[in-house]
């Protein structure tokens, strides 16, 4: 499918809404193909032209647009990108017979769309917003106003003054068919860990000097990756200690660690967990359907997660995440609707759903895998909706990611008062995130201001461990950027 943009500069929203409907590969072009599928949007003052070529026949709309009844928030240019965004929505919903659920939406948190547009106008009208303007359908703008709902008295008890630590290990037993981290997972890249831990600990007593410094408030911590529990037992410890050394952990609201993958996670390393003030963890299995996990290549089967489980229950741990993932290669509506109710049987205080994302060097794309639709993986999402509601869970955070089948969400659902306090400050940016590590990035936010600004860690190991001094010398503007504020 080609896409050919005429004067105008909406090349991000069109490529993003044609890809919903198409979602191989989308090529921009300046000139118009004389064979082949394509898509041309044209911009003439306040005149918008949409024509598509589809399988021989073509199909056009036109209208010109009175700016005059754009919203006091609009530009002129906001306001003609988004009925443009509409017209291509309708037109391509009536040609294939397929309507995607977030309608034009494209942006990666609704529910903060949702909640900044009802402080202002209110609910009903934010409502109606999404419904008419956005083409919303009722059920994911149900969605939005929950997960909105939920998140605001946790982000109301964050303090101007508070912050999150982020602690990043990027390793991995192997890698995912869906994961694009290549060198993380591999041999070269394992042997770095001893090196990588040395210096994390390092990043962790200067950044906790620097909270110190700036009497900033921790309010919680997050142990993620890859796959922490790639780490040795006495190596997880050497972390955790660091953590318990620098920062003021018994002050913290909550302390996660993701356990990650049962294949790697044992009771060893989960009494470390325990034993250094961790209250929440996570066990990932993503499927219970053992051909599914051969498929995308987890080198754990359905049982090893029901024994990691059990032994974290055992150990002590009275708040326990469970990552699943709607539309996996081979997954059908059945084997998913199956994994859920094992997940639900468990019973474990947060169930997250992802939806399966096509990420560019993953091999489920490089190798042309063949996998779900946005439709199959609707429908799981649909099931997800039914069947956890009436096990007593409710979404409490919300979030979206490109290339996701359908263009569809992300979900962490949670029994009544197990909500994860750092999911709702991550995704929802309302307060400082301090992050140490490869990949890490430095979430600054201004109190009392919409402000961010971001640091960022080199990406791989190996880059984090030669770049150490720089990471370090970047440390410097988080006070100067504290003191603009104070």
Known sequence: MY??????????????????????????????????DYCLTELEGSTVSVRIRLLGSEYTDRKVFDLSEKLSDDTEESYLERKMALMMFSLLSEITEYTPPWGILTGVRPAKLMS??????????????????????????????????????????S??????????????????????????????????????VEKLCEELAVTGSIAKELE?????????????SVLTAEQLKRVTDAINSNFDVPSAREYTIEAGRPDSTTEEKLRV?????????????????????????????????????????????????TDLIAGLPTDTLDSYEKTLSKAIELSPENITVHTLALKRSSNIVTESRRTNSGIVASEMLSVTQKKLTQAGYVP?????????????????????????????????????????????????????????????????????????DEIIRRKDYIGEFYRKYR
């Open 216 to 228: 900033l408030k921790l309010e919680s911590i997050y142990i993620g990756g890859g796959t922490p």
């Open 273 to 321: 967990m325990k034993n250094c003030g961790c209250t929440r963890i996570s066990i990932n299995p993503q499927t219970f359907n053992d051909s599914v996990l051969k498929e995308i290549g987890r080198n754990h089967s359905s049982q090893m997660t029901l024994d990691c489980f059990a032994d974290a229950r055992r150990v002590g741990f009275g708040n326990i995440n």
């Open 116 to 157: 900044n547009l009802s402080a202002v106008h209110g609910e009903a009208w934010a409502r109606e917003y999404f419904t008419n303007e956005l083409r919303v359908s009722a059920d994911k703008t149900d969605l939005a106003v929950s997960v909105a709902k939920k998140e605001a008295p946790i982000i109301k008890a």
């Open 3 to 36: 896409l050919i943009n005429k004067n105008h500069s909406f090349q991000y929203e069109t490529e993003n809404l044609l890809r919903l409907f198409f979602p191989e590969k989308i090529t921009v072009s300046d000139t118009l193909p004389e064979k082949g």
């Open 159 to 196: 303090a101007p003054d508070s912050y999150s630590l982020y602690v990043s290990i990027p390793f991995c037993p192997t890698r995912c068919s869906y994961c694009s981290f290549i060198s993380h997972s591999n041999e070269s890249a394992k042997k770095l860990i001893p090196e990588y």
């Open 396 to 468: 409490y955070y919300m979030y979206r990611q490109s290339k996701c089948l359908g263009n569809l969400e992300n979900v962490g659902w949670t029994k009544a008062g197990y909500e994860c306090l750092y999911n709702v400050y991550m995704m929802e940016e309302c307060h400082t995130v301090l992050a140490v590590g490869a990949g890490a990035v430095i979430k600054l936010k201004a109190p009392e201001s919409k402000e961010i600004e971001r640091i960022f860690n080199y990406k791989y190991p190996y880059e984090y461990i030669s770049g150490f």
